[in-house]
């Protein structure tokens, strides 16, 4: 396609936001980027990728590192930036992309490109969909999901102003228990082609 | 006893807001400094004495704060104005180094002038750090000389982490060697009223004696890691020009002439009369002046968060000063001590270390010299040996952890930024045995001179 588009997805954990993401990178031809931008960056910049994994998206120690005239020695911070500056990087570069979590949202803000969606789904769902994919109880399913959406909150709203999963920082903000993945990924299909033209 | 009590409970609050790390450290010891002042002075001790004490405004205006005509210069509790004007000053001048390119100039230089060979590389960077940290502060050498060791480690195909790690501990190993070497060494200058030629003749010959130990010990440690690649493998002709690094011809004259100025106002200082706070304001004005159509962007890039911060601090410090915390302290340390003076000594080496390894050395720095004051004073050591004791004891131990001091912090992130994060285990493994080694030397070195 001609015109450069970014989706930027973030999603609760459970609520099928990732498998969207796939639909909507495979529905407009593009490439997604999740866990595989570290693997984009190590390779961009010569580094081992497992030493950047050991950092992703964990939380600060704030008994372990210190910030100094903006310069901070968290690792997981430092690879945030690292992650943030990158994609900014291939926005500015022109090229399209989905990109699901890390902060895009915010990080593209003000990109004329962009499309920014939060997917949520209802909790039943949530739960359903977790213990099924993952083979476990539904009361671990539910403590995976609080878990791990605590997790995203916390290394979103430490880089980000606005917080996470408020609609006022999103374009469309979707339950995609109502209508099913497939049907919520075709809607936002829709969405996108109309901003698009 | 109730202003005792919330002097303490601020003071702690203070330390752990800044380790939390949530809100901009001055803005912390300025809103402690503002509660201290309003309510342990004003509602609690009802002292207007206390608040102007504390706020020391009026030193300003005594000609002893500007010329002491060749006598020792006041100390004075509260808010070091002295310490304030003189890093502003200072920081004035080293954006303008920075801005005509001098330290890139200066470290791509020394690299050419050993032929780019790594391992004389390692050598002399980790000498350039010690000397520069002298007259310049640690965060600004390391700043570039890790973006060059980073630069350079591209282009010559070498680990940049021990180079960058030897750097930051001889950065702080240089900073202990004068008065305006480190924060905390400013600090215990103008409190205590000790000159350049003082500092330098004390803590500059056990900082010399342990930089020649470290330099053996970084070159044990790493000799291995680092003459895998030697350099013989890269066409010198492809590597930049030191040449380019100059932005500004003229303005890099004057930034050298006036760089020699400050350091021959700084060594000649107990002579000529002429405070540390006269210096860093008329080597600012001096800067500005020089640099007329680029006083905003010079200015701009001074760092005032770090000025507020040491305002903010010596008022919570001011306040456990005025309601007698630090005299307890200090008779707790003397009792425990049972007198021995050596034993003192040991002790804040060695206690100023550890607490360094783990908080800012310099709210730390601010705390302890009241306490070494009432010491000297109750158990008859001399504070001088007392005072190069603290200053051996906050600079060295900030280097054992990657928090210790803000060089360490600037370094370990530049590390990681370019892709070689630098953690804990690695940081310490490789750090504090030189610190324990340096350590040993101040301890010892101060016990065969002054006892």
Known sequence: MGKQLIIAVSREF???????????????????????????????????????????EKPKNIFLSRSVRGYSNSLSEVLAQMQFDYIRELANKGESFVIVGRCAETVLKNHPALVSIFVLADKESKITRVSKHNDISRSEAESLINMQNKKRKTYHNRYCEDKWGDSRNYDVCVNSAKLGIERTADILEEYIKEFAQ | MVAQILAVTIFVAMFVLIVIDKIE??????GCGVITLVVVFGLCMHSVTAITDTLNIHSIFTRT??????????????????????????????????????????????AKLVHYKTMAIFMTFMIMSAVLSMFIDSITVILFLAAVTVELSQLLKFN?????????????????????????????????????????????????????????????????ELSASNGENVDISSLPDPKEAIKDKKGFAISCIIFATAVVLLITHAMTGLTVAFIGLFIALVTIITAPK???????????????????????????EQTGILEIAANF????SGGNAMLMVAIIIWLSAFASAFVDNIPFAATMIP??????????????????????????????????ASANVVGTSVAAKAGHPIGWG??????????????????????????
């Open chain 2, 160 to 224: 940049p982490v021990p180079m960058i790690l030897s750097e930051i501990f001889c950065a702080n190993l240089g900073g202990s060697a004068t008065m305006c070497g480190d924060p905390p060494n400013i600090i215990i200058g103008t409190s205590l009223g000790y000159s350049f030629a003082d500092f330098i003749t004390n803590t500059g010959l056990i900082a010399l004696v342990a930089l020649v130990a470290v330099l053996v010990y970084f070159y044990f440690v790493f000799h291995s």
């Open chain 1, 14 to 56: 459970g609520s099928g936001g990732h498998e969207i993401a796939d639909i909507l990178a495979k529905k407009f031809n593009i490439p997604i980027y999740d866990n595989n931008l570290l693997t984009e960056i190590a390779n961009s910049k010569n580094l081992d990728v497992d030493t950047l994994e050991k950092y992703d």
């Open chain 2, 371 to 404: 306490i070494i004051k009432a010491l000297a004073a109750t158990e008859g050591v001399s504070l001088s040996t007392l005072a190069w004791a603290l200053s051996m004891g906050t600079d060295i131990g900030g280097s054992a952890t990657p928090i210790g």
């Open chain 2, 333 to 336: 340390i003397g009792k425990i």
């Open chain 2, 25 to 30: 450290r001055q803005y912390i010891t300025l």
């Open chain 2, 65 to 110: 704060f500007w010329y002491t005509g060749g006598a020792a210069e006041e100390s004075s509790s509260g808010i070091n104005w002295a310490t304030i004007i003189f890093v502003a000053g200072m920081m004035v001048m080293v954006e303008g180094m920075a801005r005509v390119g001098f330290f890139r100039w200066l470290c791509m230089r020394i």
């Open chain 2, 294 to 320: 680029h006083i905003h962007e010079i200015v701009s890039k001074v760092d005032y968060k770090t000025l507020l911060f040491f305002i903010g601090l010596f008022v919570v410090v001011g306040g456990l």
């Open chain 2, 426 to 451: 690695l940081y310490c493994k490789k750090v504090v045995p030189a610190t324990i080694l340096v350590l040993v030397i101040s301890t010892v070195g101060i016990f065969v001179r002054y006892f």
